[in-house]
């Protein structure tokens, strides 16, 4: 079992920053894969950025170059840094943990980024 749980959410201007930050215990961390999903009122949950256990990432079209995904195994520690933040970025950021071979999927309860001025 691992339990996941965000921080670092807020309200921030357009053009601000903010950092996530997702803790996972009771498990191993490092062989999981780590994504952050967004969910807008009324959206799909949306993959938005995920790091895999060699610390390749990915990003969604719509965060490149504005988005940064990391990771901190021996602090059992994922995190989103997000620039220049839009108003379309406002949504409840949801952490995953995956583990695609042994089919295991964990998530956060989620942190709402509002961003508006």
């Known amino acids: 079992q691992v339990q996941l749980v965000e921080s670092g959410g807020g309200l921030v201007q357009p053009g601000g920053s903010l950092r996530l930050s997702c803790g996972g215990g009771?498990?191993?961390?490092?062989?999981?894969?780590m994504g952050w999903y967004r969910q807008a009122p009324g959206k799909q949950r949306e993959l938005v950025a995920a790091?895999?256990?060699?610390?390749?990432?990915n990003y969604a079209d719509s965060v490149k170059g504005r988005f940064t995904i990391s990771r901190d195994n021996a602090k059992n520690t994922a995190y989103l840094q997000m620039n220049s933040l839009k108003p379309e970025d406002t949504a409840v950021y949801y952490c995953?943990?995956?583990?695609?071979?042994?089919?295991?999927?964990?998530w956060g309860q989620g942190t709402q980024v509002t961003v508006s001025s």
């Open positions: 009771g498990t191993i961390f490092s062989v999981y894969v």
């Open positions: 995953n943990a995956n583990h695609r071979l042994l089919q295991l999927s964990y």
């Open positions: 790091i895999d256990t060699g610390g390749r990432t």
